[in-house]
């Protein structure tokens, strides 16, 4: 008896890599529903460059775990085909950045359908990506580029932070009737080869369940300043967190979990309560998400403003070598300064 | 060979498309004259007429069934009509209505009508890509429905077409690429942007069959589309077929043609396949009064269309803020029509 | 000798079309320099379905005025490799909103090489783009994007508003060393089809004449509140300010004429007077060029703000027919809205 | 006919670019082991080694001229020694340093050494674009120079390549194609993602020539080379060519290859280019010491470079925020290093 509670706490309550969390999500939907697949370079024998689809291959076979030709545009777009004939395909792009190649598909058929047929077609798929830095793998492989998604309307935008926001996130992203970029940042995954930081792993429970989109979550509580952020930088404003509160500043850090539909309410009230805004993310500084942030929070929010600090990269391709590649992407110590200044004010 | 009843389907339906694009031409320009002003008159936005193209939708489509799904370009009407897209509702779009197919968000370009699984995009060749999509679709379901992207000859260059012949050959999948070969591309004559003759020479880099019909002919295109249609639904893989056709108006309403040669503009208005089709219907014994019964038929049939939708109402401003997601989050204000929204005219 | 004096005033203050104006700082530049040429779709025979070369055909012949394939990628991409040559040509993307074909291309590579060569190599070229709605275009050919461009990193961004800034702002382009996006609206070029506003056609210079990048212009001075836009939405702010001025209302217009670099100098010193901010652009509201010019305001002069507005298109493609068009394309009234609303707070 | 004197060449720039690799191999792993651990060590990043292609890069980059332009993918170095990029830069740039050939911001991917026209991208195909520019360039100010696009066999599926074929042929550029065939896209092996067994049959789509080689031998890529770069430089167009070449190593460091039979990779390692090489300088009455003496060379080049790359001084983190711009605009603080900037270490 002892042991079966034992083993069911374990069941429910296990840790799992982010990378197991998404892939029990996406196995979960595909014995549930044989009109989910997944296309993508690499995705079948190797298993997804960042594990993505490690193990599934075995379950499902060659037909519905399917490499493609390294033709983005092309499989792309039958993702998009297949889900307007009703349909769920995932589609990975293996890296966020090259969304150019295959960016038409994406924009101007994925994310425009719906609207541009006035409702009458769906495009129920999931274009998976891998995000982020902290690696050195230069200008054409580290980047974010969350704003670029968020910019454009008619896709919704899902960036996890831990395991157990990976596997509700993507039960909802397979069963939304709606396109969903779902980018997941390589540096969180917990693959062998490119340690992930304590935070991302989680407990999972094994069953399904969902997590709405447009909930941001509050990580931690505080009173002094607010950290809105995403992804990878969750984990280091909650470092930067422990190590203000040894100074006596008690930071409130909010993961957006979604930039597409975005928690704008969540946000205003911690501001409502703390005054301070600190935004950070990995992405570009200009014309991006930590914009975004703040001009919601001053358009409805103005008067309970009294500091406002953004922390990104700056407006520069990401560089390869270790000192520079640091430079550019904010750290734990950039945060712990934003909030410090911010508190300051 | 291709039977009388057929014959006359595929004559009905070009007469249709054709007294279409002659009848939206004139409702166009109107309100457009003397002075061309693209914002004026009662169809805004530009607009690309298929006059002269009318063999290759009624020719490919005569083999397809609601279920098989098309994606059309720019210049899409003629496929349309063939695939038997609302009629209606389709004028409605274009004329910008509320009952429009797509609520008058889409227009001439962008005609989506899910109930014979026809799409359109403006995007040169970004219909290929959806289209081995729903043959991926149909392959995995095992159901014997194929799908058919058309394109124009200009398009033979773009990416997302040459990307497709190749995953749609890799995968076998029941696929017809129908190239539209109307000798430019807006003012670009095919020779300017491709060395290639015959655009069915594409296929053979990646291993799918290739076949080219050369004469504006909807009978030879019925037969070759005949073949292709077959081979995929057959499961016997993709085809690229090139058809010619022509363009008898400019690209799009308002082009001058003032790059065009009198002589290419006098010789497409000469080959007309649907004065050829009627010829054949003679031949096979068909009275022209018959032929003529079809012919008022069709003119009503696009009378009663546009005069349907000339009468539907115009959509309210505050729809605007809808459709953009099938499951709108309840969190995002910007399509909420009663929130408030700067960007708006409320 | 008056006649000689008029028709040389007539010289230097010709009134000119954006269409025009453009055309003739390309054509001065072609002709100076043998190493600019200009590549695009029906830019030879048609002369730019929006003008952008109407004429040079006939000086420059085909060899210098290309058609080419319709395949973004390969000439945008030959535009990048002719110009790490030491070229300097212009490239035209039909419409904005064909982004998505050649974006591996304008951002992976055009955008990129500079840096990722350590500044080794530069890439010398105009990328010219028709941008913008108004006349029912519908969701795949009316949008600005100024956005998406602004927020990638290594290249600069112009958007002129007038005939003088216009050929001031592409000589400034076809001389610079680095990748330039220059988008032109449609609405004001001056084309006979599409009726331009007043305000584009103004006096141009024969000579050539250079505006340098980054510095934006106060197009009406005003006390109240202060309006930032660019584009075809500098004539509508105008319009507005006129209309205000019957109710006392005095606005401060500011024409940004470049994304990148970004006047923020001349907005707060604006903002510092006004106290009041209103951004209006014709690109979509969220994580863009509003977000940025707010946030950038709200980080270095929180103290001097006292009210926002955003006046720009809401987060959906933009609709075909009038009434929705009309309404999600921001117009004078909406702007004279939002600066009132400004006003009372 | 080949000459002794450029077999010779040849085989040093192999034995150059083979022993390059498997010292990069060695300092790559050094700090990755026993647990690989992408980010330690002394080469950061990704690795991607052409062992086994060494005769693509020799064979063609033979024929070239430092005024003509290469453009290479992922896979770069042995183009790159080819191609006579500064060996020692590029290994400091390898290894992050500030006098590498891109000041430490590039990396093994992005290596652009304009003293010899060569540069790279890690976008698969997208490579070509830039090469026909070159191509194009040259055709307009009339000079004789060549550009030579080199990519994998994984990237005949890209619209890039696809498109950049089509314009090289009908502007008549003086640009070779080279389609280095490893068998292997990472994990994907040729026939898994297109049905054509030799890529140049692409070629005939657009109606240039195309050619195979199907040994992995370095004299007859180098005739093949011959034939293509002589072509492109006698003003006669475009050629594709691809060449059979063999993946040694994982795709990228790391790569655990479990999707790969061990009869491939132990085949792979038979076929060896270098050593055939050898066998013909000997048939050429070489003696034994003298290949050596190449052989010996060739190393010393390599330990001499890999020495100097690691006593280069790492980059300032400031220096991150400069080279955006070739004429850096005046306003912009955030590239200024002396300015504020919250998103760095300063
Ligand atoms: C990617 C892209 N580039 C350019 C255009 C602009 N454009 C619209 S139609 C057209 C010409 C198309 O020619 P073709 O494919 O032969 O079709 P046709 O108009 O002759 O029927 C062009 C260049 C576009 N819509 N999409
Ligand atoms: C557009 C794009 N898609 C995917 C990738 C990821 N990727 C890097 S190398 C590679 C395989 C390339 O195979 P191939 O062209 O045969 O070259 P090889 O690695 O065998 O030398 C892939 C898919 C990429 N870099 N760019
Ligand atoms: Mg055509
Ligand atoms: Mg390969």
Same mark, same amino acid.
């Given at each position: 008896m002892a042991q079966q509670e034992e083993s069911e706490q374990q069941a429910t309550e296990r840790s799992l890599t982010m990378s197991r969390a998404m892939v029990e999500a996406i196995a979960h939907e595909m014995r549930e529903n044989d009109e989910v697949f997944y296309m993508g370079e690499d995705v079948a024998d190797y298993g997804g460059i960042f594990d993505s689809t490690d193990g599934l291959l075995d379950e499902f076979g060659h037909d519905r775990i399917m490499d493609v030709p390294i033709s983005e545009t092309a499989y792309i777009g039958a993702a998009v085909g297949a889900a307007q004939a009703g349909m769920r395909p995932i589609a990975e792009l293996m890296f966020v950045d090259f969304f150019g190649v295959g960016m038409d598909q994406i924009y101007n058929q994925m994310a425009k359908n719906t609207y541009m047929s006035g409702g009458s077609v769906s495009v129920p798929m999931v274009l998976t990506a891998a995000v982020g830095g902290t690696y050195n793998d230069a200008a054409q492989h580290s980047q974010t580029l969350y704003g670029t998604f968020a910019h454009l309307p008619g896709m919704k935008v899902v960036v996890p932070s831990t395991a157990y926001d990976a596997k509700g996130l993507m039960h909802n992203a397979i069963r939304d009737d709606d396109p969903v970029v779902y980018l997941?940042?390589?540096?969180?995954?917990?693959?062998?080869?490119?340690?992930? !930081?304590?935070?991302?792993?989680?407990?999972v429970?094994? /069953? +399904?369940?969902?997590?709405?989109?447009? &909930? *941001?979550?509050?990580?931690?509580?505080?009173?002094?300043?607010?950290?809105?952020?995403l992804g990878l930088h969750v984990h280091r404003a909650l470092d930067a967190a422990e190590s203000l509160a040894d100074?006596?500043?008690?930071?409130?850090?909010?993961?957006?979990?979604?930039?597409?539909p975005l928690d704008t309410d969540t946000v205003r009230e911690s501001v409502a309560k703390t005054g301070r805004l600190v935004v950070v993310d990995e992405d570009y500084r200009s014309f991006g998400v930590t914009g975004e942030i703040v001009a919601s929070v001053a358009e409805d929010g103005l008067a309970d403003l009294e500091a406002v600090e953004r922390v990104a990269v700056p407006d520069v391709p990401?560089?390869?070598?270790? !000192?520079?590649?640091?430079?550019?992407?904010?750290?734990? /110590? +950039?945060?712990?300064?934003?909030?410090? &200044? *911010?508190?300051?004010? | 060979m291709v039977g009388v009843s057929e014959l006359h389907e595929m004559y009905?339906?070009?007469?249709?498309?054709r007294h279409y694009e002659e009848r939206l031409q004139e409702e166009y320009l109107d309100g457009k004259q003397p002075a061309f002003d693209i914002s004026a008159g009662p169809i805004p936005g530009e607009l690309h007429l298929a006059a002269g193209?009318?063999?290759?939708?009624?020719?490919?489509?005569?083999?397809?069934?609601?279920?098989?799904?098309?994606?059309?370009?720019?210049?899409?009407?003629?496929?349309?009509?063939?695939?038997?897209?609302?009629?209606?509702?389709?004028?409605?779009?274009?004329?910008?209505?509320e009952t429009g197919l797509s609520k008058g968000k889409g227009g001439h370009m962008h005609l989506f009508d899910p109930d014979v699984n026809f799409a359109c995009s403006g995007i040169i060749a970004e219909g290929c890509p959806p289209a081995i999509g729903a043959g991926l679709a149909a392959k995995k379901r095992n159901t014997d429905s194929v799908a058919v992207a058309f394109l124009g000859e200009g398009?033979?260059?773009?990416?997302?077409?040459?990307?497709?012949?190749?995953?749609?050959a890799v995968h076998d999948l029941p696929v017809v690429f129908v190239v539209e070969d109307n000798d430019w591309a807006i003012s670009m004559p095919k020779e300017r942007v491709t060395d290639v003759e015959n655009g069915a020479q594409r296929a053979g880099g990646f291993d799918l069959p290739g076949a080219r019909v050369d004469v504006d002919d909807a009978v030879s295109i019925y037969d070759a589309a005949k073949e292709a249609v077959g081979r995929a639904r057959d499961g016997n893989g993709p085809t690229l077929l090139e058809v010619q056709v022509h363009r008898r108006m400019g690209h799009f309403m308002g082009d001058p043609e003032s790059y065009r040669p009198d002589e290419d503009k006098a010789a497409a208005e000469q080959r007309d396949s649907i004065e050829r089709l009627a010829e054949d219907l003679r031949a096979h014994g068909v009275e022209d009064t018959t032929i003529q019964e079809s012919r008022e038929r069709a003119h009503e049939r696009v009378e009663e269309a546009i005069e349907w939708a000339k009468d539907q109402p115009e959509p309210d401003p505050a729809d605007a803020h809808d459709d953009v997601f099938s499951n709108p989050p309840s969190g995002v204000t910007e399509s909420d029509p009663s929130a408030e929204v700067t960007g708006g005219d409320d």
């Open positions: 997941f940042h390589k540096r969180l995954m917990g693959i062998g080869w490119m340690p992930a !930081p304590d935070g991302p792993k989680t407990g429970p094994k /069953d +399904d369940y969902t997590i709405p989109f447009g &909930s *941001a979550d509050v990580k931690r509580e505080g009173e002094d300043v607010t950290v809105v952020t100074e006596d500043i008690d930071a409130e850090i909010i993961d957006l979990r979604t930039l597409v990401i560089p390869y070598a270790r !000192p520079m590649e640091d430079e550019v992407i904010p750290d734990t /110590d +950039d945060i712990a300064d934003a909030v410090r &200044s *911010a508190h300051r004010t | 009905e339906e070009m007469v249709t498309a193209h009318e063999a290759s939708g009624a020719g490919v489509c005569q083999h397809l069934r609601d279920d098989d799904t098309v994606t059309a370009p720019h210049r899409p009407h003629h496929i349309a009509i063939a695939k038997g897209v609302d009629l209606k509702r389709m004028t409605a779009e274009i004329f910008g209505r398009a033979i260059d773009q990416g997302a077409f040459l990307e497709s012949l190749n995953m749609a």
